[in-house]
């Protein structure tokens, strides 16, 4: 073999060597490429489902941040906890009343449960009191105003309520002494807040509290109008139609000395006895006979 390749010139042996020592670097990086490319493929599926994973657990997590109220807050510690002004402010989020008013429900939200309030009070409180007191044919105007003033007079008493406790929270949050009760009544005393405390508070009020208290002064202003207004139209039907009232001392007194009187208030009263269009005087002649 020697003798072999004494008889092969160099350069031949050199462009030989050259030509493999090339071959083998080629496959060498193409096996690296193919094996980089498979490697770097997997992680980048992984990636991108651990990304779309870690937006949903994070969206998922804002979700329940936005919902939570917290039991209670820092600060005070010589105040009772359910004394506190944050704390009591929490404790007033977590009511399902006060909870209509909220800044997360908005205004369109305490409207439409007011008007569910409104809806089910005139249906189901409203109208059939009223339909008690007109008993008599051709008295369907006055039947709707009258249940419209009680029925509005109950929305408007919800109002005060939630416009009260909310003034109250906001009160509270925005003085810079905490007034409360150690025992009792009897016992009340003062703690002054710190700096951070009173920060917080009134950036609380300023945040969460004052525009729910705007929002319920305009919507009580407008149910109070709305109120006074269906108090004129309800005196006004009264005077469209009068309600001939046969109980009135001074009917009663008129009809035994004026036969012309007491031949109207027959008429009135469509043939009946008086006493039919009043449960009371009805029960009292032992159930209405000739009703």
Same mark, same amino acid.
């Given at each position: 073999r020697i003798k072999f390749l004494k008889q092969i010139p160099p350069g031949k042996i050199i462009m030989k060597a050259t030509l493999g020592l090339s071959l083998a670097v080629v496959a060498s990086c193409s096996w690296m490429l193919e094996t980089t490319e498979g490697f770097s493929s997997k992680p980048a599926v992984t990636t991108t489902s651990s990304t779309s994973s870690i937006r949903r657990t994070t969206a998922r997590f804002a979700n329940e941040r936005e919902d939570f109220?917290?039991?209670?807050?820092?600060?005070?510690?010589?105040?009772?906890?359910?004394?506190?002004?944050?704390?009591? &402010?929490?404790?007033?989020?977590?009511?399902?009343?006060?909870?209509?008013?909220?800044?997360?429900?908005?205004?369109?939200?305490?409207?439409?449960?007011?008007?569910?309030?409104?809806?089910?009070?005139?249906?189901?409180?409203?109208?059939?009191?009223?339909?008690?007191?007109?008993?008599?044919?051709?008295?369907?105007?006055?039947?709707?105003?009258?249940?419209?003033?009680?029925?509005?007079?109950?929305?408007?008493?919800?109002?005060?309520?939630? &416009?009260?406790?909310?003034? &109250?929270?906001?009160?509270?949050?925005?003085?810079?002494?905490?007034?409360?009760?150690?025992?009792?009544?009897?016992?009340?005393?003062?703690?002054?807040?710190?700096?951070?405390?009173?920060?917080?508070?009134?950036?609380?009020?300023?945040?969460?509290?004052?525009?729910?208290?705007?929002?319920?002064?305009?919507?009580?202003?407008?149910?109070?109008?709305?109120?006074?207004?269906?108090?004129?139209?309800?005196?006004?039907? &009264?005077?469209?139609?009068p309600v001939f009232n046969e109980y009135d001392p001074r009917v009663l007194e008129r009809v035994r000395t004026d036969e012309d009187f007491a031949a109207a208030a027959a008429k009135a009263s469509g043939g009946r006895p008086t006493y039919c269009d009043n449960r009371y005087y009805r029960a009292v002649a032992g159930g209405g006979q000739g009703c």
């Open positions: 109220i917290p039991e209670t807050s820092f600060g005070a510690e010589v105040v009772p906890e359910e004394q506190r002004p944050v704390n009591e &402010y929490l404790e007033m989020r977590r009511s399902p009343l006060f909870e209509w008013a909220s800044n997360e429900v908005g205004t369109k939200g305490l409207l439409m449960r007011l008007g569910a309030v409104y809806a089910v009070v005139f249906a189901a409180v409203g109208f059939p009191i009223a339909g008690a007191t007109f008993t008599q044919d051709g008295f369907l105007l006055q039947k709707v105003a009258a249940s419209n003033v009680g029925t509005l007079g109950l929305v408007l008493v919800l109002l005060v309520r939630l &416009y009260s406790g909310w003034g &109250y929270a906001g009160s509270r949050l925005q003085s810079k002494v905490i007034e409360y009760e150690e025992t009792g009544w009897y016992d009340g005393s003062f703690e002054p807040k710190t700096e951070a405390e009173y920060k917080r508070d009134l950036f609380l009020y300023k945040q969460e509290v004052k525009p729910v208290t705007d929002r319920l002064k305009m919507i009580t202003l407008a149910c109070a109008a709305f109120w006074v207004a269906s108090c004129v139209g309800l005196k006004a039907s &009264y005077s469209l139609k």
